[in-house]
């Protein structure tokens, strides 16, 4: 963007990003508290985890279809009111009638109908606000703008636990959805006044056809990198099956197969998916890109892992401290509060934190923190304790805050200049395919395990994404640049 003679440059930086505010209020508000609480009252109790999994799994699909298309399609608006302004204002308007949906729906496959549609109108706006940056802040200043908008983007896990988690947790959970609506509306209205579009006078007249398929690419990468970790986890199970039962009994070597599979099903299915999906979305090109897969690798693991805890945490909670739906909403709100706090405070420092030891070495910490604090979080399962869940949570917090602060940059500088717009839209991949491998083999992996020992399938799940963080770590010695 040419200097604002209205705006200051950080007033400038704030309106750009601001969006990110409302996106990620809506995106943490549904997907990890409205869509748990709902689905523990539709769904029986012995599949609450594989039916949050298969819902969470559904919807991004239509993620990972929807986003880069409404990218595409935003890229070539010709609106006299500018090229994203109108995805945003569509997407909203469209979110809170589905907002409507969701707290009136009565069942769920009404829930789930209405998730679905919520990942369309989401991302109509997700799709086309990711290009606000390049689109109007000059190339010095986007450093600046990126800071902004990680703010942004880390600011709503600790709003919502002192908002709308207490809301839902209180009863009061119309007023919790009607609180996540109007401060939707209430932060597009700012961004529509705030950030002025040029509309475009000159469209682009290549084909969409290419990059769509890319999209599809992606969708076929995950599927490939699932029927590797099916087929692993299988192997695992069948050898343990008959490598245990002449030991410990065939009851015994069953639950060992399951648990042990289930991790060896996600381990593969990560590296699986993300190989694939450089293949299929780059083509030959992969063959030297060595590192940047092994990057790949490493995001998709470490993001499989925290949001599949962020998104059983609710049932992980009732369990474990003996709660009611509404009082495990309210204690996730606490928890995740501590955690959004430790990640602002470690993500600020990141930046001169990597300056000093490198890009590659503070994402290896990352990794490494992460996977402790995921392991503190198996002491509470059988034996509950307030104190060391909020440590544990302190912990994945500073983990986290590193991790998003660091990461990306160390996979901008893995890609070619002129076609990073193409190399790092893999990474739709590690976003979308991280939920649908942690909580789409978690949910069932947890319900399985529960009916054979209480407890037991959240000890295997959590302990799985304790393995994935350890091994995000372990893929950066793949990365053979010295960053």
């Not at 590296?271 to 590192?291: A, E, F, H, N, Y």
Request: with cysteine; hydrophobic share 55%; glycine share 10%.
């Amino acid at each position: 963007m040419h200097k604002s003679r209205a705006f200051p440059v950080l007033p400038i930086l704030v309106a750009v990003n601001l969006f990110w505010l409302g996106l990620n209020i809506r995106n943490n508000a549904v997907g990890t508290i409205f869509m748990p609480f709902l689905v523990e009252r539709f769904a029986p109790p012995e599949l609450l985890n594989t039916a949050l999994g298969a819902m969470r799994t559904a919807g991004l699909v239509i993620a990972m279809l929807v986003q880069p298309a409404a990218g595409l399609l935003s890229d070539r608006s010709t609106s006299r009111f500018g090229r994203r302004r109108p995805f945003l204002a569509v997407g909203v308007a469209l979110d809170v009638l589905l907002l409507i949906w969701i707290a009136t729906a009565g069942s769920y496959w009404s829930l789930l109908a209405a998730v679905m549609l919520i990942q369309v109108s989401s991302n109509i706006s997700h799709g086309a606000l990711q290009s606000l940056i390049p689109d109007l802040i000059p190339e010095e200043q986007r450093g600046a703008a990126s800071a902004v908008k990680a703010i942004f983007e880390l600011l709503p896990v600790v709003l919502l636990g002192i908002t709308i988690a207490p809301m839902v947790g209180a009863g009061q959970f119309g007023w919790a959805v009607f609180t996540t609506a109007a401060a939707l509306v209430a932060i597009l209205l700012l961004t529509l006044a705030t950030v002025h579009e040029r509309p475009l006078t000159n469209p682009a007249n290549a084909p969409l056809a290419p990059d769509l398929l890319r999209v599809l690419g992606m969708i076929g990468a995950i599927l490939v990198g699932a029927a590797f970790g099916l087929a692993a986890g299988g192997l695992v199970f069948a050898f343990l099956w008959l490598a245990v039962t002449p030991i410990l009994g065939s009851a015994t070597a069953r639950l060992a197969g399951i648990a042990v599979g289930g991790a060896a099903a996600m381990l593969v299915a990560v590296i699986g998916g993300s190989w694939s999906g450089v293949r299929l979305t780059l083509g030959k090109v992969t063959q030297d890109v060595t590192s940047f897969r092994w990057w790949v690798a490493n995001r998709l693991m470490f993001l499989a892992a925290i949001t599949s805890i962020q998104g059983f945490a609710p049932y992980f909670l009732m369990y474990s401290f003996k709660v009611s739906s509404e009082q495990a909403v309210a204690m996730t709100g606490q928890l995740f509060t501590l955690v959004g706090i430790f990640t602002l405070l470690s993500a600020l420092p990141a930046g001169w934190l990597s300056d000093r030891w490198g890009q590659k070495r503070l994402t290896a910490i990352s990794g490494v923190l992460a996977g402790f604090g995921a392991g503190i979080i198996l002491f509470t399962i059988y034996q509950p304790n307030l104190t060391t869940l909020y440590m544990a949570g302190a912990v994945l917090g500073v983990a986290t805050g590193l991790f998003v602060t660091i990461n990306w940059a160390l996979g901008t500088r893995l890609v070619p200049a002129e076609e990073s717009g193409q190399w790092l839209g893999v990474s739709n991949l590690a976003g979308a395919g991280a939920g649908m491998i942690g909580s789409g083999l978690g949910g069932p992996l947890a319900d399985t395990l529960n009916a054979a020992a209480p407890g037991l399938g959240y000890f295997a799940i959590f302990a799985s994404y304790t393995l994935l963080f350890f091994c995000s770590a372990a893929c950066l010695a793949g990365i053979s640049r010295r960053l």
